[in-house]
């Protein structure tokens, strides 16, 4: 059974940091496809990061340069490292994992707040 747990969401004032994780079970984090997605009220959902099993990244451009995505094979978690924060950053931000576009499983997800 495929487990996604994301932790490290909050409250911070724009221009703050938050470090998201996603702790993997079930699933190896260094061998599959896996992505940080949000979902703003009202809005569809989007990707905002994406690291392969080679490890190359991909970003949203409205992220690029702000927020990061890696992985610690060793512990089998995801990170994204989301720096300067704005206001539209605010939205529920999920974890995927696996298949062509990490998004087979998913997390339950972690509110993030800029004000």
């Known amino acids: 059974q495929v487990q996604l747990v994301e932790s490290g969401g909050g409250f911070v004032q724009a221009g703050g940091s938050l470090r998201l994780s996603c702790t993997a079970s079930?699933?190896?984090?260094?061998?599959?496809?896996m992505g940080w997605y949000r979902q703003a009220p009202g809005k569809q959902r989007e990707l905002v990061a994406a690291?392969?099993?080679?490890?190359?990244?991909r970003y949203a451009d409205s992220v690029r340069g702000r927020f990061t995505i890696s992985r610690d094979n060793a512990k089998n978690t995801v990170y994204l490292q989301m720096n300067s924060l704005k206001p539209e950053d605010t939205a529920v931000y999920s974890c995927g994992g696996g298949g062509k576009y990490a998004n087979d499983y998913w997390g339950q997800g972690t509110q993030v707040t800029s004000y």
């Open positions: 079930g699933i190896i984090v260094s061998i599959n496809a």
């Open positions: 690291i392969s099993s080679g490890g190359s990244t």
